[in-house]
Structure formats: C-alpha cells, structure tokens
C-alpha cells in the first residue's frame, strides 16, 4: 500500500495521534520519527488490531522515542520507535556478531535499526519465558517494538536511580535473581544493566535489552561481570553489604557447570 503525502499528513497522522493532550514538544518528536516507512508500519499494526490509539511520548532519545499506547487487547502498551536515521548503530555490532539468531545481516543504517528492534523482542520474549521481570512483548514490525507498559494511566513508572527505596538490601536481592535468571533461563546477558534502565514499578523491571547477548556470545562473561559490578557498586553507595562482583559471577557460572552436567 502506498501513501500519498496527502493521506499521510492529513489522515493517518491525525488517526493516531488521537489524545487528550498535545504538547509541543510530542508534535516535535512526532514530525522527527513518522516518516512513511514508519507510518506504514504502525497502520499495519492498527489493522491487526495490536494497537487502537497511539498516546504521548513516554522518553526521546539519541536511538528511539517511547509513546504510551492502548488496545483494547492488550490494555496499556509501550510502542518504541527506533530513529531510522541514527549512524550510532552502526557501532551496535559488536553485541550482533556472534550471536547464531543474526549470522546473516545487512551493515547500512536503516537494516541495522530493523534488526536492533527484532533483537529486543526475541531478547524480551526469552526473558518472559524464564519469568525474568521485564515488558511483556507483544509485537515488532520494521523499525517499531511494541510492548506492555510499565506504569499507569500514562504516566511510566520510575527509574530505579529516581527511587527513594525503603529496603535497599532487598531490591538488590531481587535484582540479582533476575540477572541469575537471565543467565540460567534465559540464556542472556544484559549487556548495560545499571539503575538507568531498572524501572520500579511494585518491584524491579529490567529494561532496554535490544544490546542483550546470547550467553554463548565471546563477550558474554565480560559483559556479565561489568552488569554485577555496576549494579553492586549503585547499591553499596545506597549501605548495602554486599560480596564483591567475583562471587557472584562464579556463583552464577557454577551454577550454569551444575546444570548442564
């Protein structure tokens, strides 16, 4: 189906902006990333009824914009948007190569981009699978990841650095349950786990995995120990007592000799 520039400014733009509120800033963000390819790939996800209404932007970043979203299916939902233009991901490989689910792939921009929003659905459907607290996924097309929404009415739950907790010692218990789950079950490594992309929402999420590799990856050891390490030291600086990063890399590392035998 194609698009003329009529229909695409001023019918289907109009459909899925439908909201309460209009800022500025969202109609910014909205010009910069609802190019054609985009466009047709939401109206796609529209006819399949995964989503109903488009919302606000949640976060814009350097890589992709976040809007809240609804369908009657699925409740409230999380559609991000990778920038289709965005050079930055050419420098992403290093967390392709070596993984078996991507031996085959296109080096320009834009087949990067479609491959990076891929990545993070397979990467968020392993982790649900193995009960590691992060989004549902729901769908992907294109350059487009569409999954449920951490938080409510809108309004996304907080980062774990903007979170007073009450009980440092035992956030940091759960947390590396998810990080020995994702290992062990999932067979993933988070590859950039910090309190940046921790959301707490009645209990820890992890989010942003699209740079999450399989733990056959040659760097996935490495990847692993920085994960404990950053998420160790953010919880020592909060009083936690903590074991240094070692043991809990060779705790999960045993872990994963004892289960394969």
Do not use: C
């Amino acid at each position: 189906m194609n698009f003329d520039k009529t229909v695409e400014e001023k019918y289907f733009l109009s459909r899925i902006q439908k909201r309460r509120v209009k800022t500025r800033e969202d109609l910014k963000v909205y010009k910069e990333i609802f190019d054609k390819q985009t466009l047709f790939a939401l109206y796609k996800l529209i006819r399949k009824k995964q989503i109903d209404r488009i919302g606000g932007v949640i976060n814009s970043g350097k890589e992709a914009v976040v809007l809240n979203a609804y369908s009657k299916k699925n409740g409230e939902l999380a559609v991000k948007i990778y920038r289709t233009l965005t050079a930055g991901f050419r420098d992403r490989r290093i967390y392709i190569t070596g993984d078996e689910r991507f031996k085959r792939f296109k080096k320009n921009v834009k087949s990067m981009v479609y491959l990076w929003a891929s990545k993070e659905y397979k990467n968020l459907k392993r982790m649900h699978q193995a009960n590691v607290d992060a989004p549902k996924p729901v769908t992907w097309v294109k350059n487009i990841l569409v999954m449920e929404f951490i938080g409510e009415n809108g309004i996304p739950a907080p980062l774990l650095k903007d979170t007073l907790i009450r009980n440092p010692a035992k956030i940091f218990k759960i947390i590396m349950e998810n990080i020995k789950k994702m290992f062990l079950k999932a067979k993933l490594v988070h590859a950039d786990l910090s309190e940046y992309n921790i959301m707490m929402w009645r209990k820890p999420v992890i989010i942003d995995v699209s740079q999450a590799v399989l733990i056959t990856h040659p760097y996935a050891i490495d990847f692993l120990t920085q994960d404990i390490k950053r998420i160790t030291t953010y919880f020592n600086k909060k009083g936690v007592e903590t074991k240094g990063p070692q043991h809990y890399l060779q705790e999960i590392l045993e872990r994963s000799e004892e289960e394969q035998k």
